[in-house]
T-cell receptor
């Protein structure tokens, strides 16, 4: 399977714990995106990388959130001191592009539940 | 504030009927994307529109982008149970990518 993969698919944690999610993009894609989606809403942009550089961060991304893409391939999204409001589906997408207008391919998502 | 407004929020149609979903932005869209999502799953790319007045079709789904590049519509002809899902429009607006809130489609056999 050469699509975008995410791990884990589901994560249940207690409030205050740290969690880390991983995204493996399609191998030749230089752009990688993270989104958060809550029930009944469209995905909300969190951050995006072009190669290893983090080019944009949403104001939704509080200090407790950090994302990395150290070698320009896979990416991790860490949430520190989780809160119940962090419960959501976290989606990763990748694309290949050097300008505007490039199709994003999405992974299956990681569903986070904070108790 | 919602960058992309989608309407309607939900649709229930009889199998075989046609339907249209709209997506509107207050800003010029540099790229407008339509995706389909099944509950609890990732998004599946349907179509991308970039030029004003552009229209694309795939199987029974047609998407259009208006000349001003601020409004798009997705039209499904002769709906089928396989069309059930949530339809989302998405767009490049500067360095961030925004999605509409989605339209939930139910097709009654």
């Amino acid at each position: 399977d050469t699509g975008v993969s995410q791990d884990p698919r589901h994560k249940i944690t207690k409030r205050g714990q740290n969690v880390t999610f991983r995204c493996d993009p399609i191998s030749e894609h230089n752009r990688l995106y993270w989104y958060r989606q809550t029930l009944g809403q469209g995905p909300e942009f969190l951050t995006y990388f072009q190669n290893e550089a983090q080019l944009e961060k949403s104001r939704l991304l509080s200090d407790r959130f950090s994302a990395e893409r150290p070698k320009g391939s896979f990416s991790t999204l860490e949430i520190q001191r989780t809160e119940q409001g962090d419960s959501a589906m976290y989606l990763c997408a990748s694309s290949f592009g050097q300008g505007e207008g490039n199709e994003q391919f999405f992974g299956p998502g990681t569903r986070l539940t904070v108790l | 504030s919602q960058e992309l407004e989608q309407s309607p929020q939900s649709l229930i149609v009889q199998e075989g009927k046609n339907l249209t979903i709209n997506c509107t932005s207050s800003k010029t869209l540099y790229g407008l994307y339509w995706y389909k999502q099944k509950y609890g799953e990732g998004l599946i790319f349907l179509m991308m529109l970039q030029k004003g007045g552009e229209e694309k079709s795939h199987e029974k789904i047609t998407a259009k982008l208006d000349e001003k590049k601020q409004q798009s519509s997705l039209h499904i002809t002769a709906s089928q149970p396989s069309h059930v899902g949530i339809y989302l429009c998405g767009a490049d607006l500067g360095n961030q990518f925004y999605f509409g809130t989605g339209t939930s489609l139910t097709v009654i056999p």
